[in-house]
């Protein structure tokens, strides 16, 4: 444990009669910033926020305290809502979300990565009312324009052979078919994927996902297999060389610049998984670009591509899911396969594909999509529906028209190097990574240990967060990373404020660690 000298943040007083070194105390190892014993911190302003050119509506209907007692007698029991009391929402601007009362908050999170063009944006609103107006739904027993017009801008975007669309609704929808996809054309089951990924909680794509809270008693998503996830931050292995990042891990390697040991390291897992836990012949293997749900987690540069190599020596197809990483969402390319350099057989999307709007899609090859043609009649009620392809189109179009992409790339950038200062301040930051515009900032007890900060500490500064006005994401297999991932349409400025904020709640949490221990 190393001295460090004081620092002045911003936003912040520091007021004391005298300075001097206090004790060794492992709780104010939380900082890498040692207080005066004879010091009081504490808030001098809140972080002041950008302003908004938006003036909602007025709230006019159920109060608070109905919606609890409906939530309570009527909603799901399972707990999903952030924060002790939780919010709601009643209108959305862009990159901004109003609650009940008209209090205003940054919306860092997007819908769980999934409003990528900003909430309610007037050429999507546009475009909605219009098809509102004209035709709503048919089903796929009847050809309407919305849908050709779509499936033609997507196409577009992907890469040969990529061309076949099937549309669905969710995400978990579209895994649910694309493994269906895998196993028809492979005439195989066995399908690996990721330890701590998310790929769906449906009752087939549960096999799939791996992360314990979504996981039960019960036989569920037969004939899938998980495999060690390359994590360069959490895993046994990892350098400051490994990953697509403007920001790298402060664990240290010897790797030459194109030789990655820790890649090669979690390929000899990967041909392990091969060797002893399915059969001969698979079916395929489903992996996120990033993962999303397990906290951002980034893989060595290379393991993908020879991942999937070994995949289709055995048979299988190999399956990006794009649900959070697509749409320009990463910056430097549209899809975030192409940042592994690889060639998907199957790729599904959703969440940004409809800003919002219950949308998804499956793209594969023609020879796979004519492989499941022969054997099943699939169809989906809803998928494709005018609505959504209409939407859709609009999204698209305003991704290409704001350069959304580029704004991605810029911005997510500065950002990244932003939070980056932030981990070399404070002890309990232990890594910050990502691509574009999705961040992940794991919370740890300590940077030697790398021991998830404990869940009722980072509670407290989520909270803290969005008392200021700021409203971002969790995730990880303990909860212990904070998620970030707003509409592509934010600026420096707010990323500016959502920074100070979270710099603001790493000292309120110092402050009451420090209180805890004198």
Request: hydrophobic residues 40%.
């Amino acid at each position: 444990m190393t001295l460090a000298r004081i620092h002045l943040p911003r936003a912040l007083c520091l007021e004391t009669s005298s300075l001097r070194i206090p004790k060794m105390c492992p709780s104010l190892s939380l900082s890498r910033t040692f207080w005066a014993s004879g010091a009081k911190l504490s808030l001098h302003t809140k972080p002041r926020m950008p302003p908004c050119d938006f003036t909602p509506e007025k709230y006019k209907t159920l109060s608070y305290n109905r919606v609890l007692e409906i939530h309570k007698q009527h909603i799901s029991p399972v707990v999903t809502a952030y924060f002790q009391k939780p919010l709601l929402l009643h209108q959305g601007h862009m990159e901004w979300l109003f609650d009940f009362e008209g209090n205003r908050y940054l919306d860092f999170f997007s819908g769980i990565v999934t409003v990528s063009v900003g909430h309610c944006h007037p050429k999507v609103n546009a475009a909605a009312q219009k098809q509102l107006g004209r035709l709503w739904h048919t089903s796929s027993i009847f050809f309407h324009p919305p849908m050709h017009e779509y499936a033609e801008k997507l196409s577009a975007l992907l890469p040969e052979p990529l061309k076949v669309i099937f549309l669905t609704n969710s995400g978990s929808e579209a895994n649910d078919l694309a493994m269906l996809m895998a196993r028809v054309y492979s005439n195989n089951t066995d399908i690996i994927s990721f330890r701590g990924a998310y790929h769906g909680c449906s009752p087939y794509t549960l096999g799939l996902t791996n992360v314990g809270s979504y996981k039960m008693e019960l036989p569920s998503g037969m004939g899938c297999q998980a495999t060690m996830c390359p994590d360069v931050f959490r895993g046994p292995w990892g350098g400051s060389h490994c990953r697509d990042s403007p920001v790298q891990t402060i664990r240290k390697c010897n790797c030459a610049t194109d030789c990655c040991q820790a890649k090669d390291q979690y390929i000899e897992q990967f041909k392990d998984t091969l060797n002893t836990s399915v059969a001969k012949s698979i079916a395929g293997f489903f992996a996120e670009p990033i993962q999303g749900v397990n906290g951002v987690v980034q893989y060595p540069k290379g393991f993908l591509k020879e991942a999937f190599e070994l995949v289709r020596e055995r048979g299988g197809v190999c399956i990006a899911d794009e649900v959070q990483t697509g749409f320009g969402r990463l910056g430097s390319h549209f899809w975030g396969f192409q940042t592994h350099d690889v060639l998907p057989d199957i790729v599904t999307m959703a969440k940004g594909i409809g800003n919002g709007f219950p949308m998804a899609a499956v793209v594969t090859t023609p020879e796979i999509a004519k492989s499941l043609a022969k054997r099943v009649l699939h169809f989906n009620t809803f998928g494709g529906n005018p609505m959504a392809c209409a939407i859709g189109s609009a999204v698209l179009e305003v991704i290409k028209e704001d350069s959304l992409q580029e704004n991605s790339q810029e911005v997510g950038t500065y950002m990244l190097l932003k939070f980056a200062k932030l981990r070399d301040e404070f002890e309990i930051v232990g890594d910050v990574r990502g691509k574009g515009l999705m961040i992940g900032i794991e919370m740890v007890k300590d940077k030697m240990s790398r021991q998830p900060l404990p869940r009722e500490e980072i509670n407290q500064i989520h909270e803290d967060c969005k008392q200021m006005g700021l409203l971002i994401g969790r995730g990880g297999i303990f909860s212990q990373t904070f998620r970030i991932a707003p509409s592509m349409c934010i600026t420096k400025p707010e990323v500016d404020f959502a920074v100070e904020v979270f710099h603001s709640a790493l000292i309120q949490h110092m402050e009451r660690s420090a209180k805890k221990s004198f």
